[in-house]
T-cell receptor, first 116, second 117 residues
Framework: AQSVSQHNHHVILSEAASLELGCNYS??????LFWYVQYPGQHLQLLLK??????LVKGIKGFEAEFIKSKFSFNLRKPSVQWSDTAEYFC??????????????FGAGTRLAVHP | DGGITQSPKYLFRKEGQNVTLSCEQN?????MYWYRQDPGQGLRLIYY???????QKGDIAEGYSVSREKKESFPLTVTSAQKNPTAFYLC????????????????FGPGTRLTVL
């Protein structure tokens, strides 16, 4: 069965520290990859996405992610976090099934707390 | 101002009652989705609809029902058969591009938090 694994459930960092959140998926077909973010009290927002081309994708607010096909990974990075990055981060994989139906499979999420 | 709206933001239900959660989008998207979010479990798909008057079960459809009478609306009913309905419910929409797989990014509404008393 297709699945998405986020290895860190909770991450605590100080401001200016570097961030890397791991994401691995299990699906052998063509996939699109996403990172969504949910800030406290706000709705789920798209942070960045990978469809094809350059495996290093840049998103909003200084985030980037690297797709490594051989490792089935799509890790999220930011060189220097801010207090405002405190949120829950979800990795998701979009797989195409028969009938043209897209299924977005989510990881369990990583709660990031950034201390001033 | 385009987007997805969900109402109500908070909903309280007594055991044995059915409740309906509203989801409306003005993005002209063909496809709409309902997810349930529980702490530590990410989001799980309840139902989805690619076109009007058609919908399919997702991974956890038991105890839920939907309708898709209009392109912009996809209400979700949580029935008394749902054993553990307390959760955060998210609606999403996307274009449905058929063979153009890469176009189908999903956009989410603000959610409805349902609590069973």
């Amino acid at each position: 069965a297709q699945s998405v694994s986020q290895h860190n459930h909770h991450v605590i960092l100080s401001e200016a520290a570097s961030l890397e959140l791991g994401c691995n998926y299990s699906y052998g077909g063509t996939v699109n990859l996403f990172w969504y973010v949910q800030y406290p009290g706000q709705h789920l927002q798209l942070l960045l996405k990978y469809f094809s081309g350059d495996p290093l994708v840049k998103g909003i607010k200084g985030f980037e992610a690297e797709f490594i096909k051989s490792k089935f990974s799509f890790n999220l990075r930011k060189p220097s976090v801010q207090w405002s990055d405190t949120a829950e981060y979800f990795c998701a994989v979009n797989a195409r099934f028969s009938g043209g139906y897209n299924k977005l499979i989510f990881g369990a999420g990583t709660r990031l707390a950034v201390h001033p | 101002d385009g987007g997805i709206t969900q109402s109500p933001k908070y909903l309280f239900r007594k055991e044995g009652q059915n409740v309906t959660l509203s989801c409306e989008q003005n993005l002209n998207h063909d496809a709409m989705y309902w997810y349930r979010q529980d702490p530590g479990q990410g989001l799980r798909l309840i139902y989805y609809s690619q076109i009007v008057n058609d919908f399919q079960k997702g991974d956890i459809a038991e105890g839920y029902s939907v309708s898709r009478e209009k392109k912009e609306s996809f209400p979700l009913t949580v029935t008394s058969a749902q054993k553990n309905p307390t959760a955060f419910y998210l609606c999403a929409s996307s274009i449905w591009s058929g063979r153009d797989f890469q176009a189908d990014t999903q956009y989410f509404g603000p959610g409805t938090r349902l609590t069973v008393l």
